[in-house]
């Protein structure tokens, strides 16, 4: 997704290797080397013919590049493509013992009791002083194995994808010294409990991934809903754009209605901020204000959370304090889980609630499955509700790694990138309620800490027109009022014809000169 694409860069450059993944790759030689045999029973030729193409050089490669086909997958920087593979891997059978040292020195280095960071060049010269590998085979590892792959003429790639996964790996770790961090931690963050080490190639650089992009292609336009603040990013995907521009929205009425909630009615501030998070009085307030909505706002509401563990620890106190058992009584009620089949039923139920009229409310979580793929369209989405402001979790050692380098990189300050992220996350979870010209909706942020001008100012223009200074400090009761007046405007007849010539335009209307000039004119303004 655009919103998030400096995510999406370092997750397609990244690396993540756990016990499962290895003994994986063991299976996987195996394969390999009985079809390596069967090879040379059948076809010695083929594999002869494979040799004296990796003595010429990566051709193949170099034509993918010319062909944009290598894009999909930024491995290969141009200087590996002048190179020929190294005489040690270009025999299929002593690749595949090069492999099998390889998954045997990173099962090695599974075996952890504490987290262990290390920069790819101590990586490296860790693995030359054990098991003597050196750098430039471990380059060539990715294309060697997809060579061998289409050799062997392999029907099915993906019962191997553990083992190019980890020459993915190999690959990465020796091509770039700067911009990646090792981190092997003794546990997954999900469950610090149980014992499962994990390898992490981590990339801190979005801008490696995107560089190809930049460099193939002489314009790159890069467009979103939801890419606020615009200025963060030509510093974290490190380009220099030549025209930067946020629109707003042309609409024939005013069908999205944002509103900041920072109090409950007894004046109580609420805040989804770690030290008010048990706090009863605000956990009480977050249940009153969705009671309230959900008696006023006809067929669906989606609710987001800032993690499945503050949601959990709500939805239970609202068991507690009776609030869920009010709301059951104006609409049936739907939690997203960690689970993806759990979430798909629930979905899929909150869906055919609000089609038979219902009404339902979804509780999910930013960052979630739903906050990043489902739109809630007309019925399926009337109002949408922000408990808090989502801020990444800032323990996970991967992200401490990445916000010390886009400090002493970018000369991005920790709290800056860190607001900025929070904040995109918050506009694309209202955002799934307005999903055309037609549509309308409710979009509450309830946390008094949007309210700042600092965070506020990093909305998108388009909900920073619509957010007055009266609807920016307001209690749930207010809000509720509000809300409730503008849902009878919005219930008032609609036509097509109502929106020709403000927020449609006719054939004629674009073919008239005087339009033309009309909507220049406008540009330019913008």
């Excluded at 400096?6 to 997750?11: E, K, L, P």
């Excluded at 014809?497 to 540009?523: H, W």
Aim: include cysteine.
């Amino acid at each position: 997704m655009v919103d998030f694409l400096d995510n999406v860069c370092i997750d397609s450059m990244s690396v993540r290797i756990n016990r499962r993944v290895l003994d994986k790759c063991s299976t996987n030689l195996q394969v390999l080397e009985k079809t390596i045999d069967k090879a040379k029973e059948q076809d010695t030729k083929k594999l002869k013919e494979e040799y004296y193409r990796l003595v010429e050089g990566l051709k193949d490669a170099t034509v993918a590049r010319e062909t944009d086909i290598v894009l999909a997958n930024p491995i290969l920087p141009d200087e590996i493509l002048q190179e020929a593979i190294p005489g040690s891997i270009r025999n299929a059978e002593h690749f595949v013992f090069f492999l099998k040292k390889l998954v045997e020195y990173l099962k090695m280095r599974l075996r952890v009791q504490h987290v262990v960071q290390e920069s790819p060049a101590g990586f490296l010269k860790d693995i030359y002083g054990k098991i003597c590998i050196d750098r430039k085979p471990l380059r060539f590892c990715a294309e060697r194995l997809s060579c061998l792959i289409k050799t062997l003429e392999i029907p099915d790639i993906s019962d191997l994808s553990p083992l190019v996964l980890m020459s993915h790996f190999a690959t990465l770790i020796s091509t770039y010294t700067k911009g990646f961090t090792v981190i092997i931690e003794p546990f997954d963050e999900k469950s610090p409990t149980v014992s499962n080490p994990i390898l992490h190639l981590a990339c801190l650089d979005s801008s490696i991934a995107i560089k190809p992009v930049f460099d193939r292609f002489q314009t790159v336009v890069i467009t979103s809903g939801t890419l606020s603040p615009l200025d963060m990013y030509p510093k974290i995907l490190d380009f220099h754009p030549t025209l930067m521009s946020s629109f707003t929205m042309t609409l024939a009425r005013q069908c999205l209605l944002p509103m900041i909630v920072s109090k409950g009615n007894d004046q109580v501030a609420i805040s989804s901020k770690y030290e008010t998070r048990e706090d009863i009085a605000v956990i009480r307030n977050y249940g009153s204000l969705l009671i309230e909505m959900a008696s006023i706002v006809p067929d669906g509401m989606v609710c987001f959370f800032t993690s499945y563990l503050y949601m959990d620890n709500v939805v239970a106190s609202w068991y507690d304090q009776g609030i869920i058992d009010q709301l059951l009584k104006y609409k049936l009620l739907f939690i997203e889980t960690q689970d993806s089949a759990e979430t798909s039923l629930a979905l899929f139920s909150y869906i055919k609630a609000c089609e038979n009229g219902r009404g339902a409310v979804l509780l999910s979580v930013a960052r979630g499955k739903v906050s990043e793929g489902v739109d809630f369209d007309h019925h399926l989405g009337r109002a949408v509700l922000m408990f808090g402001i989502p801020y990444v979790y800032t323990q996970s050692k991967i992200l401490r790694a990445r916000l010390e380098y886009l400090r002493d990189q970018f000369q991005i300050k920790e709290n800056d990138f860190l607001t900025f992220d929070a904040m995109r996350h918050a506009a694309q979870c209202v955002g799934r309620v307005i999903r055309g010209k037609t549509d309308y909706g409710i979009m509450v942020f309830a946390d008094k800490r949007f309210s700042r001008t600092e965070k506020k100012g990093k909305l998108p223009k388009w909900i920073q027109e619509h957010l007055r200074g009266s609807f920016c400090n307001l209690s749930v009761e207010e809000a509720t009022q509000i809300a409730k007046k503008w849902l009878k405007q919005m219930a008032q007849p609609f036509s097509r014809d109502d929106q020709l010539g403000v927020s449609l335009l006719t054939l004629e209307q674009l073919q008239n000169e005087d339009f033309q000039k009309k909507i220049f004119s406008r540009a330019q303004q913008l």
